[in-house]
């Protein structure tokens, strides 16, 4: 177990501290601390700005290892009911640390990057650049789908459709909802989409610490002291043992 201790230490903390909790979402604090930041003097604007970030990070970042500290996870990415369990831990963290679940990030982003487009075709470019960016994919070409409807509608309109044109959005809606009717996708769903997108996330995640154990394992197994002892299943070890 010794050997477990030593390699496992480092690298649990590094996932969960680096990947699963300490993401983007501190883009929103800091720009609000920021604003914040306005009627500062001017010597010490940059000072209180950093100062306020690191602290509401601290917070956020306590506020998960305690959870971590208590919760059991099974670093086992191919059960799907570890899987449930390890998004629930981290859907707890979001909710107790106030952080971003995985479709709220991407709507944050996009809101960001798109804020300043006013044409939907240049608005639909920018979102299928993060889709690519962030690795998802679009199996079911919703996408093309998506513009082609749009084509349609500023075929009929005879001219670039914007997105403060209330009579051409209403009917680019109208083309939506169609497309959405043909990939049988219902407003009700999203939040079962949602579910499914952070237990993807979920897995995603324990398939990155299980990979990261065995490596750290195998490393430190080559190592004098550890040469004769045997590397324990990787869902035998209790993850809080090493926080």
Do not use: C, W
Request: proline share 3%.
């Amino acid at each position: 177990m010794a050997l477990a201790a030593r390699s496992l230490s480092r690298s649990t903390r590094q996932l969960y501290a680096g990947q699963s909790v300490l993401r983007s979402e501190y883009a929103i604090p800091a720009r609000s601390f920021a604003k914040e930041a306005g009627g500062a003097p001017a010597s010490l604007k940059g000072d209180e700005m950093l100062k306020g970030i690191f602290l509401d990070v601290k917070k956020k970042f306590e506020t998960a290892i305690g959870i971590l500290r208590k919760e059991k996870i099974t670093i086992a990415p191919e059960d799907p009911a570890a899987v449930a369990q390890y998004a629930q831990v981290m859907q707890t963290i979001r909710e107790k640390a106030d952080l971003f679940s995985e479709s709220q990030r991407i709507k944050h982003t996009i809101d960001t990057r798109t804020q300043d487009i006013s044409d939907v075709r240049s608005y639909l470019l920018a979102v299928k650049d993060i889709r690519v960016k962030r690795g998802l994919v679009d199996d079911l070409g919703a996408e093309t789908m998506m513009m082609d409807a749009l084509n349609n509608v500023e075929k009929e309109l005879k001219k670039p459709l914007l997105r403060n044109d209330k009579k051409g959005m209403s009917l680019l809606k109208a083309e939506f909802d169609k497309v959405n009717q043909k990939l049988g996708i219902r407003r009700e769903d999203l939040p079962k989409l949602e579910e499914q997108l952070e237990l993807k996330l979920a897995k995603a995640q324990l398939e990155d610490l299980k990979k990261d154990a065995l490596e750290a394992m195998e490393t430190q197994k080559k190592r004098e002291e550890f040469k004769d002892e045997e590397m324990p299943d990787v869902k035998s070890l209790d993850i809080r043992n090493f926080l």
